[in-house]
């Protein structure tokens, strides 16, 4: 099995920064395309940040030029540095990874850390 413990969440003042790490661990050949998702209270999970294994990125627009995604594949770890965040920015966040296994390719999911933004 994989397990992705996330780390990093907590309570910070609008226009502070927050750095939120991810761990992929366990039975793990590779691990491809690595994520963070978010989810406000009421709202649905949406997607914050992707990290391709070579290290392409892609971000939402509400996290452009604030946020920045990075990975160590080396510790099949990932990275999200966010800055400049607002009240808007509190939420649970999670981790996501596809991880490439010998017996196949499955999804995963962390279990999420809570970000709250005070203004």
């Known amino acids: 099995q994989v397990q992705l413990v996330e780390s990093g969440g907590g309570l910070v003042q609008a226009g502070g920064s927050l750095r939120l790490s991810c761990a992929a661990s366990g039975n793990i050949f590779r691990v491809n395309t690595m994520a963070w998702y978010r989810q406000a209270p009421g709202k649905q999970r949406e997607l914050v940040a992707t990290?391709?294994?070579?290290?392409?990125?892609n971000y939402a627009d509400s996290a452009k030029g604030r946020f920045t995604i990075s990975r160590e594949n080396a510790k099949n770890t990932v990275y999200l540095q966010m800055n400049s965040l607002k009240s808007e920015d509190t939420a649970v966040y999670y981790c996501?990874?596809?991880?490439?296994?010998?017996?196949?390719?499955?999804?995963?999911w962390g279990q999420g850390t809570q970000v709250t933004v005070s203004s």
């Open positions: 990290i391709t294994s070579p290290g392409t990125t």
């Open positions: 996501n990874a596809e991880v490439v296994q010998w017996g196949g390719t499955g999804d995963y």
